[in-house]
């Protein structure tokens, strides 16, 4: 249970004093107006309210957020309306408030729930990105208090987290969060295999356990040795559901799954990354083709760090990842992260979302139909992103299998209507061509050409270069 002793703890360390100020307003504010409500696991409604401005502080979120988040339920809630919020905490408090409530409320059930859902998101993911952050925040406790809701109930938040808010979580870069939306929801979606996962890692984790810590000693003394100044380091324990995501992809066989615990580093800056990682690699042979760069070419979700497993003494493998304190910042709290936030901030949301926040919100105008519309939503929002290069090299960024021709209409569509090929790093590539992050692009044009050829609406893949291959045709 999260007090409010516990909530200012944090901001002491973060904020102002009148902004703490301001926080205890909204606390005092809240109480009464939440006074003498229970959420059924029994505790006072408060404590809700606690635990989600708590975790926005935690993400370093700004403090008309954690405001937001302890007054989040006030007008659907109790007596006092959005109205009292606004008088007595402002406009941009009142905004965001009224943003998670609009949120909500849902009518509907099933395909139908979901896709009004999803469109409801969009809408305030444009507004302001920081509604669906408090959100998350939100429903993170919900998640964990679940145990106190109603059978029927639980099922449907636990679904709803899992399809909706743990893919925009990690669409958002806030891996962490998914990662522990995830974690919650998968015993109540699939209790079966979850006792089967949890059973077998059980007993390994022991053995593990004790394996890792022989190896972090080993690496810590060879650190010192080079006067190699480290943040952190620790065993980091996979999580349930990705554990289980990974034996259906290995035959369910856990012994093939190297990375159960892996040895976490955290060292101040890039530089010092590759350091540890060069003494990892004198002391223990790495495995081939399982040293990965991500900081050089991130993963197609902006994730950054350098993994490596090698060879033990112990006549075992271990998988090690290094990373800065920014890049383990960035893999916690994604957008809401510190140095990422501030540039949130400047932006005027409003008049500039995120180019595929803009997409999102094209794609739930223009499509109506919600079977179509959640086919699209899966297609553009929930597959990995890839990140290619124009020759100029602006980066591009497309959803993973994108094709030339994607890329070409992203551009500008006068680029795909007179588009006949296409050259990665230099080789020439078919039109249908699947990109892979890190590659070159060019396209070859030909200045005659007016229209685009009905056969790449079997091509594409990304719903804005199809509506754009559509509206040329029929011109
Ligand atoms: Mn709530």
């Not at 190297?258 to 101040?268: F, G, H, K, N």
């Not at 299998?401 to 680029?415: K, Q, R, S």
């Not at 061509?433 to 396209?443: C, P, Q, R, Y």
Request: with cysteine.
């Amino acid at each position: 249970m999260i007090t409010f002793e516990d909530l200012k703890k944090i901001l002491i360390t973060d904020y102002q004093d009148e902004d703490i100020n301001t926080v205890i307003k909204a606390f005092h504010f809240a109480s009464e107006a939440h006074r003498g409500q229970k959420r059924r696991t029994g505790e006072d409604y408060i404590y809700h309210c606690l635990a989600t401005a708590y975790n926005l502080a935690q993400m370093k979120m700004d403090i008309p957020s954690i405001t937001a988040g302890l007054l989040h339920d006030v007008p659907e809630d109790t007596d006092f309306s959005l109205d009292d919020v606004k008088n007595n905490f402002g406009k941009e408090v009142a905004e965001l408030v009224a943003g998670v409530t609009k949120l909500g409320t849902l009518k509907y059930r099933g395909l139908e729930r979901y896709a009004e859902n999803l469109r409801k998101m969009f809408l305030a993911m444009s507004k302001d990105l920081r509604i669906i952050i408090i959100k998350l925040a939100d429903r993170l406790h919900n998640m964990q208090t679940l145990e106190g809701v109603r059978e029927e109930k639980r099922l449907r938040i636990a679904q709803e987290t899992l399809e909706i808010y743990a893919p925009i979580a990690n669409r958002l870069g806030m891996f962490e969060i998914k990662t522990r939306l995830e974690d919650l929801a998968f015993p109540y979606i699939y209790p079966s295999e979850y006792l089967w996962v949890s059973n077998l890692v059980k007993d390994r984790l022991k053995t593990e356990t004790k394996y890792i810590d022989k190896i972090q000693h080993l690496a810590q003394k060879d650190l010192v040795k080079n006067n190699i100044h480290y943040l952190q380091i620790k065993g980091r324990v996979k999580s349930l559901f990705s554990i289980y995501q990974k034996l259906l992809h290995k035959g369910k066989d856990l012994n093939k799954v190297y990375d159960l615990i892996a040895l976490r580093i955290i060292v101040p800056d890039v530089i010092d990354c590759y350091s540890v990682l060069g003494i990892i690699h004198k002391r223990w042979t790495p495995l081939k083709g399982r040293v990965k760069d991500y900081i050089a070419q991130p993963k197609p979700n902006g994730y950054r760090s350098l993994h490596t497993s090698v060879f033990t003494e112990f006549g075992k493998i271990a998988e090690i990842q290094i990373r800065s304190q920014a890049m383990d910042e960035e893999a916690e709290f994604g957008i809401a992260a510190h140095s990422r936030y501030k540039e949130l901030k400047n932006i005027d949301s409003k008049k500039n979302p995120p180019t595929w926040v803009k997409h999102l919100l094209e794609i739930q105008k223009s499509i109506t139909d919600n079977v179509e519309f959640i086919k699209h939503v899966k297609n553009d929002l929930f597959l990995n992103r890839i990140f290619v290069f124009t020759p100029k090299g602006d980066v591009i960024e497309l959803p993973e299998n994108a094709t030339p021709l994607d890329f070409a209409f992203h551009i500008h569509t006068d680029i795909g209507n007179k588009c006949v090929g296409a050259k990665i790093n230099e080789q020439m590539v078919s039109l249908n061509h699947a990109l892979k992050s890190g590659d070159v692009v060019e396209i070859l044009i030909d200045k005659n050409r007016k229209k685009p050829n009905p056969d790449w609406l079997n091509i594409v893949i990304t719903t804005a270069a199809k509506d754009k291959i559509r509206n040329q045709l029929r011109k």
